[in-house]
Structures are given as structure tokens and as C-alpha cells.
DNA sequence: ACACATCGGCTAACCATGATAGCTTTTGGC
DNA sequence: GCCAAAAGCTATCATGGTTAGCCGATGTGT
């Protein structure tokens, strides 16, 4: 059912998913769907679990097997691709509260960033920097997504080279950055548990 | 009126701004506001045109006198307080229908790019790339500011951090771009029109 | 076979919010 | 003081989320 309501949200718009509009896509009556979910709000964050899991499964099956430059463009294509095809799925993840650190929202929202935490491997960041790092990366493919499924960027230039571009851009920078000194004593961050940004 | 609306968004957010909200604001009964605007989407893109402009101008009185990486710098975070100083107004600049030209809010948000538009003036970029980089600072200061101000950056990293740190990969990575060969015949972009992106 | 708990659906009703119609009051220029 | 425009009001309606309380189907333990 939750599924459902994320289908509906991707044809119509997140904003326009209404518990009437999914109930009669359901060919059910509204209060029906309340011994499914708690209401409006738990159906979103439903929604925007399934989307954060689904994302991260996408984005971490497109980088498998690549590293450096050829994962991060794979990564930030595959989150591109994702919120096209899926807007509404995506927009339901959009400003969450996730002041609840073991809500499976929040969860989710924390796992959601693994992949890119594995694309970064691929470049040499100071420890202390991750962080830094993963909220750059997040902050740039989300808001280029955003913007672009949005229907922000007007004017004829093909977005599909502009995304290129950016790609690039981030890609240089991070190798631009002055190098940290050989290797760090202590063990190099393992992947057992996705850091939150 | 619209900038009482705006205020009201940026205190409750912009999603829980109503009509009834802001008549009640006013000290107004609800139907008077429809002698001002419209109705409610009218009232939305009126603060989104105001809200533009306001960051317009703030951010091009930032990079006043400066240049390079210290525009950027300027610019990026004067973006960055506006969104956090005022969450409302700038949540309704996003997912703007902008199909119609020569609409007012279409204008505001071509205009919006100005500032950027001029600090990458003070970078090297090929008259070719000029659409992907404005669109690469707008999709990641957009990006960045968002998710901080709606709460999205757990831990304990400080966002400020994180934000300068952001900054300086993009300035890196503008400048480690393979440079254009020499000056190009035709004169320099002027400022008289902000390219929409 | 039967009692019954559970599940999933229903109708009816309520409340909040956006919107409109039509009337009244305020206000400012003459 | 007159009058038209501006700005307010009450009354009313439609939509959408939510709850309460009921009903039929299903499946299980005795």
C-alpha cells in the first residue's frame, strides 16, 4: 500500500498525494486506508523510507566494481536517475524529522549515505574531513536533482552536460585538495556503519 | 501584506503558512486577504518574487569589491544566512512553475543568478561553460543550504565547517579546471542581463 | 461444528482550510 | 458633504484528513 501511495506520488507529485487520491487508486474508501496507516504524515515517512532504501540499493548496486572518478560519476547518476524517475518517492525524503535517532526513517536516512561514503574511498581525504566530504558531495547531486526535477533550469543547454560538468568539477576538487601526509596511524575507517552527515 | 506572509512563513514554516494563518496575523477576517491577492498560490508566488529579489540583493552587496574566491566565498554564505534567516520565504522559491516567460516571478528567479553569475567572472571558465557553472554554484549552495536548514546534517560536525570546507572544493575545482587557451576575440560577457539557467 | 478474535472494509460525522458571493464600511479626493 | 474605490465583513460551500462505530470474511482453537 505504501508502495502505492509512492507511485501515485511519482505520476502526480508528492505535494498533490492525498489519503482520498491513494484510496481511490486503491478502489477503496479513505478511512479504509487508516487501519493501514496512522494517517497523512506516517504515510509519508513510509514512503520516504522505501525511497531512502531504494536509493541506496540503486546507487550502491551502479558503483560496484569502480572507484575514483568512474564511482562518483556512476554514484551521482544513478541519484540523478533515481529522482527522475521517482519524484515523488524523492520528494517525500525532503526535510524529514529525524530528531529520533532509531526511527526507521532516520535509519534509513543514515544508511541512505553509504554509497557516497564508499565513492570517497576512492579519493584521499583526511579522516577528519569525511565528514566534510559526504555532506559536500550530498549537498551538490541532491541539489542539482532537486533543482533539475524540479523544472529549474530553463534555457536550452542540455542538463545532461551541465550534470557532466559538475561531476568533473567536484572530481577535480577533490583531488585538488592538498593531499594529507602518507598514511594515518590508525586504521583506515571500515564500512561497517555508514556515517550520518 | 506579502511580506507579512513572508514573515509569518519564515516563523512557522513555509508549508503550515494558510490564508486563515495570516488573517489571523493581520487581525483580519479571511476572505479580506482576497481583495490583496489572489489566493493562496498567488500569495506563494508573491512572497517566491519577494524572497528572490531580497537574496538578489543581499548577495550582490556581499561580493561588493571582492573577487575570486573571496566573491564565491561572500556569495555562498550570504546565500547560506538568508535560507537560515529566513526559511519561509526562500522554501517558496522552490518547485516554481517558471513556463511562462515574462511572468514577474520567472524574472525574479532569472535575475536571482546575477550575483553568482558575476562571481564566476573572477574565474577562468570557456564562454561555453558559463550555463554549466552557474548552474553547478546554484545546484550546490542551493543544495547545501536546504538540507542544513531543514534540519537535514546530523552530528555533531559543525555545519560551518563543513560549509567553508565546501566552499574551497569548489574553488578548487573551478581553478583545476584545464584553463581556456589565452582570450577569446570576442569581448568579455557583460552584466547587463543574468543568464537564466 | 461452533465461538470468537482479527482483519479489512464500510457509513456517518466532524473539523480545518481555501474559496466565492454579496453586502457594508472606510477613506480620500473633489 | 458626496461619491467612488478600497477594504472589510458574514454566510456559505467544497475538499481533505480524521475518528467512531459497525459489519462481513477468514481462520483457529476447542
Redesign the interface.
Known amino acids: 500500500m505504501v508502495a502505492a501511495g509512492a507511485d501515485l506520488a511519482d505520476e502526480i507529485g508528492f505535494a498533490a498525494l492525498t489519503m482520498g487520491g491513494l484510496a481511490e487508486r486503491l478502489g477503496v474508501r479513505t478511512p479504509s486506508l487508516y487501519k493501514h496507516v496512522a494517517g497523512q504524515e506516517d504515510l509519508n515517512r513510509r514512503i520516504a523510507a522505501l525511497a531512502l532504501d531504494e536509493a541506496r540499493h540503486t546507487i550502491g548496486a551502479a558503483i560496484q566494481g569502480r572507484a575514483g572518478r568512474d564511482a562518483l560519476r556512476a554514484a551521482a547518476r544513478a541519484l540523478r536517475d533515481f529522482v527522475l524517475t521517482h519524484p515523488g518517492r524523492y520528494a517525500a525524503t ?6 529520533s ?1 532509531d526511527d526507521p526513517v ?1 535509519l534509513a536516512a ?1 544508511r541512505s549515505l553509504e554509497p557516497f561514503s564508499a565513492v570517497l574511498r576512492g579519493y584521499d581525504i583526511a579522516p577528519g ?1 569525511a ?3 559526504l ?2 558531495l ?7 536533482a ?2 533539475e526535477a ?6 536550452g ?1 542540455s ?1 545532461d ?2 550534470f557532466d ?2 561531476v ?10 592538498p593531499t594529507q601526509q602518507s598514511e594515518p596511524p590508525s586504521p583506515a575507517p571500515t564500512a561497517h556503519r555508514g ?3
Chains 1, 2 share one sequence.
Open positions: 525532503i526535510g524529514l524529522d529525524l530528531s535517532p532516520a543514515a574531513d565528514t566534510h566530504a555532506r559536500a550530498r549537498s551538490i547531486f541532491h541539489g542539482f532537486t533543482i524540479g523544472g529549474g533550469f530553463q534555457w543547454t542538463t552536460e551541465s560538468w559538475l568533473d568539477l567536484v572530481d577535480l576538487g577533490l583531488r585538488a585538495r556515517a550520518p552527515s
